[in-house]
């Protein structure tokens, strides 16, 4: 898989045909902002990953129960462990 890199305004320009580049398999994108890469779009393989709004709706419902139960951490949490 070869790996494309481009910027915001290229992505938001040609999302068409930047779509259809990774849904061939073949490209993955690294998408910039002022030459940092802030997105990664893969394609899904469709035989190992079906997603479904019930697919969806059950992982919310699971992080609002982690949520109620203690288990999630800020980011400022994570950063401090991190030392970022």
Excluded: C, H, W
Excluded at 3 to 27: A, C, D, M, Q
Excluded at 45 to 74: F, H, M, N, P, W
Aim: no cysteine; proline share 2%; hydrophobic share 35%.
């Amino acid at each position: 898989m070869t790996t494309k890199l481009v910027g915001l305004k290229e992505f938001r320009l040609n999302l068409s045909s930047l779509t259809k580049e990774v849904e061939s398999g073949k490209v993955r994108l690294i998408v910039l902002k002022k030459n940092k890469p802030v997105l990664e779009v893969n394609p899904i393989d469709s035989e190992d990953e079906v997603y479904t709004l019930e697919d969806l709706e059950r992982d919310i419902q699971e992080a609002r129960e982690q949520v109620k139960r203690g288990e999630v951490r800020s980011l400022d949490e994570v950063k401090k462990d991190y030392g970022l």
